[in-house]
């Protein structure tokens, strides 16, 4: 099912043509996953670093978050892609002579640190879904998905406020993960997304 599922979300970025960018938890990956991971790239999608373990750097001092992403970075060196993404669990990036000293690592093996604007909390819905019954899902879900896209739009109206307060482009990063939820929803948030006029582009096009 979890192949199936994420196979699923990759002929959907496919067939929307939305370049999405995956960031991979490097101790996470499970027997055979491997083999997604190429197929997510061999679709035309990147793959970046997530860290090793998925530890907040807020709860680690600089020098262990430094080893966790050097252990991320050579385990996952054979299918990331370039240019080099980062992004930090939590979107925790520390503080003070911490958050310099990580920034300083980063740069030093060329990763560029991809930020949030859009945060979708699609694993609060995703919790939801797990708990409607599984034969009441097909009735149920749709509900359920139309609630979580609603929510989508208003945290992107929200970045769209805040980039006009602040004089900026419009050019939002949308966080999402591979579960079941996104499995079922994601043509529909690309679909939202164009529809509205958003063109979806590769995050390297947002981040340099």
Same mark, same amino acid.
């Given at each position: 099912?979890?192949?199936?599922?994420?196979?699923?979300?990759?002929?959907?970025?496919?067939?929307?043509?939305?370049?999405?960018?995956?960031? &991979?938890?490097?101790?996470?990956?499970?027997?055979?996953?491997?083999?997604?991971?190429?197929?997510?790239?061999?679709?035309?999608?990147?793959?970046?670093?997530?860290?090793?373990? %998925?530890?907040?750097?807020?709860?680690?001092?600089?020098?262990?978050?430094? +080893?966790?992403?050097?252990?991320?970075? *050579?385990?996952?060196?054979?299918?990331?892609? +370039?240019?080099?993404?980062?992004?930090?669990?939590?979107?925790?990036?520390?503080?003070?002579?911490?958050?310099?000293?990580?920034?300083?690592?980063?740069?030093?093996?060329?990763?560029?640190?991809?930020?949030?604007? &859009?945060?979708?909390?699609?694993?609060?819905?995703?919790?939801?879904?797990?708990?409607?019954?599984?034969?009441?899902?097909?009735?149920?879900?749709?509900?359920?998905? *139309?609630?979580?896209?609603?929510?989508?739009?208003?945290?992107?109206?929200?970045?769209?406020?805040?980039?006009?307060?602040?004089?900026?482009?419009?050019?939002? &990063?949308?966080?999402? %993960?591979?579960?079941?939820?996104?499995?079922?929803?994601?043509?529909?948030?690309?679909?939202?997304?164009?529809?509205?006029?958003?063109?979806?582009?590769?995050?390297?096009? &947002?981040?340099?």
């Amino acid at each position: 099912r979890k192949h199936d599922r994420f196979m699923q979300i990759v002929q959907t970025l496919v067939d929307h043509q939305a370049p999405a960018t995956g960031f &991979i938890i490097a101790g996470s990956i499970e027997k055979g996953q491997w083999e997604l991971l190429e197929e997510f790239r061999k679709a035309g999608l990147s793959l970046g670093n997530h860290t090793y373990t %998925h530890r907040s750097l807020n709860s680690m001092s600089a020098a262990n978050y430094i +080893e966790d992403v050097a252990r991320a970075d *050579k385990k996952l060196s054979p299918v990331m892609t +370039e240019p080099k993404f980062f992004r930090y669990p939590y979107l925790a990036e520390g503080t003070g002579e911490k958050r310099q000293a990580v920034h300083n690592f980063l740069a030093s093996l060329h990763y560029l640190i991809a930020p949030v604007t &859009i945060d979708s909390k699609d694993y609060q819905f995703n919790e939801q879904l797990y708990h409607i019954p599984y034969r009441e899902r097909p009735a149920r879900s749709p509900g359920l998905i *139309k609630r979580y896209l609603a929510y989508i739009w208003s945290q992107t109206l929200r970045a769209e406020q805040r980039d006009a307060a602040e004089n900026k482009p419009v050019k939002e &990063i949308l966080l999402l %993960h591979a579960n079941l939820l996104n499995s079922q929803a994601l043509g529909d948030i690309l679909e939202m997304y164009q529809q509205n006029g958003y063109k979806i582009v590769p995050l390297s096009a &947002i981040v340099q």
